[in-house]
């Protein structure tokens, strides 16, 4: 199966800082997804972005297929932005409906 | 639109004894995935089912554990006789289809083994 990396594993700003998140994949992947699991344990669904630049407020996310990498923006940082930001892809060929997920980015934004 | 409906979000287990988890897929899904976290640990696969069949239970551990998702109700993921191993949260997903589609995820059912 494919294995999925996640850098860094964690990361500390202040508020109002920004941020990149990055998600490399052995190989390729359909339907990749990011989460945010917040410090409550909820799984929130940021993007669906199998390929291209997507944005949603402060978030924006970019997948480059070809080169098996996914980048997630944070901008404006703020506090309810912490916790653990998970990547997560299907791999392309065989069992291609599970989600493979990265061990994630542990994301404290401090005020 | 209901999200995916897990329940109960906590439930709290003594050793040996079983533990039933439930998710209730989105409005329109048929497709279900169990995935698993234990503690300082990413999700991890467990078992894909459609309505009234396994479809790939490759993740789940060989003994204790099942899975189903009838005609008729929510899936049920049950572990038998548990142990303090199996102490994690339990997430479930739903998709409308195979592939091209995101999977939505519950808020996770909290298991913990006394």
């Known amino acids: 199966g494919i294995q999925v990396e996640q850098s860094p594993p964690d990361l500390i700003l202040q508020e109002g800082a920004n941020s990149t998140l990055r998600c490399n994949f052995s190989?390729?992947?359909?339907?990749l997804q990011w989460f945010h699991q917040n410090p409550w344990g909820q799984l929130i669904n940021l993007f669906y972005?199998?390929?291209g630049t997507k944005q949603n407020g402060r978030l924006s996310a970019t997948t480059v297929a070809t080169e098996r990498y996914s980048l997630l923006y944070i901008s404006s940082s703020q506090t309810t932005d912490s916790g653990v930001y998970f990547c997560?892809?299907?791999?392309?060929?065989?069992?291609?409906?599970?989600?493979?997920f990265g061990k994630g980015t542990l994301l404290t934004v401090n005020p | 639109n209901a999200g995916v409906m897990q329940n109960p979000r906590h439930l709290v287990r003594r050793r040996g004894q079983e533990a039933r988890l439930r998710c209730s897929p989105m409005?329109?899904?048929?497709?279900v995935y169990w995935y698993r976290q234990l503690p300082e640990e990413g999700l991890k696969f467990m078992v894909y089912?459609?309505?009234?069949?396994?479809?790939?239970e490759s993740g789940m551990p060989k003994e204790r554990f099942s899975a189903e998702f009838p005609k008729e109700g929510p899936s049920i993921l049950r572990i038998q006789q548990v142990v303090r191993g199996d102490s994690a949260a339990y997430f479930c997903?739903?998709?409308?289809?195979?592939?091209?589609?995101?999977?939505?995820f519950g808020d996770g059912t909290r298991l913990s083994i006394l």
């Open positions: 409005k329109g899904h048929s497709h």
């Open positions: 997903a739903s998709s409308p289809q195979r592939q091209g589609q995101p999977q939505h």
């Open positions: 089912l459609q309505k009234e069949n396994i479809i790939d």
């Open positions: 190989d390729s992947v359909n339907n």
């Open positions: 972005i199998p390929s």
């Open positions: 997560a892809g299907r791999d392309s060929g065989g069992s291609n409906y599970k989600l493979t």
